[in-house]
T-cell receptor, first 114, second 119 residues
Framework: AQSVTQLGSHVSVSEGALVLLRCNYSSSVPPYLFWYVQYPNQGLQLLLK??????LVKGINGFEAEFKKSETSFHLTKPSAHMSDAAEYFC????????????FGIGTKLQVIP | GAVVSQHPSRVICKSGTSVKIECRSL??????MFWYRQFPKQSLMLMATSNEGSKATYEQGVEKDKFLINHASLTLSTLTVTSAHPEDSSFYIC???????????????FGPGTRLTVL
């Protein structure tokens, strides 16, 4: 079975500051890892995914994440926060191949302060 | 890119009635569709997985007779909440995985969600 832990249900950053959202995973086999963003009353939009290729993954809207096996982490970063980045972010894990059940973290709500 | 739509986006119904939610893949063939439920300020909980032409597989604790799922074609899945009660009020989100041009077969693409309120 696999699981993800998102540290910090709420994160606040100033506009222009670094965004760091933490995600640690647990999986008995090599995982696929995802970050999704959800705006209020909307579905989830895929930001980026790790599928056992490059460990540093670049996504949309300037976000990137690095897969660190030794730390079982897949933290999401963005060098400079924009007001439009305010949303809920979900880390998710599934088994390699992507054809198994996807397990989501509890989500981190990002607040951007002007 | 892959687009998944849901209809309706919001629905309010009386207790005891049934509500049908549609999930469509607009530009790809959805061989597998997933239905999630999201309570306020919580994560997504998988309710069931359906493969086109097959019966849905429900997660433990989800009543299959209450949440009827049909995946009759490669572009449409429906979730029917039967005899809805106030505790069924929630945000229901579908996702799809499949094949098509410019989509990744190993990625789930999500619909915009349906807000169900049962009075």
């Amino acid at each position: 079975a696999q699981s993800v832990t998102q540290l910090g249900s709420h994160v606040s950053v100033s506009e222009g500051a670094l965004v760091l959202l933490r995600c640690n995973y647990s999986s008995s086999v090599p995982p696929y890892l995802f970050w999704y963003v959800q705006y209020p009353n909307q579905g989830l939009q895929l930001l980026l995914k790790y599928t056992s290729a490059a460990t540093l993954v670049k996504g949309i809207n300037g976000f990137e994440a690095e897969f660190k096996k030794s730390e079982t982490s897949f933290h999401l970063t963005k060098p400079s926060a924009h007001m439009s980045d305010a949303a809920e972010y979900f880390c998710a894990v599934t088994l390699s191949g992507g054809y198994q059940k996807v397990t989501f973290g509890i989500g981190t709500k990002l607040q951007v302060i002007p | 890119g892959a687009v998944v739509s849901q209809h309706p986006s919001r629905v309010i119904c009386k207790s005891g009635t049934s509500v049908k939610i549609e999930c469509r893949s607009l530009d790809f063939q959805a061989t597998t569709m997933f239905w999630y439920r999201q309570f306020p300020k919580q994560s997504l909980m998988l309710m069931a997985t359906s493969n086109e032409g097959s019966k849905a597989t429900y997660e433990q604790g989800v009543e299959k007779d209450k949440f009827l799922i049909n995946h009759a074609s490669l572009t449409l899945s429906t979730l029917t909440v039967t005899s809805a009660h106030p505790e069924d009020s929630s945000f229901y989100i579908c996702s799809a995985r499949g094949r098509g041009r410019r989509i990744a077969t190993d990625t789930q693409y999500f619909g915009p969600g349906t807000r169900l309120t049962v009075l």
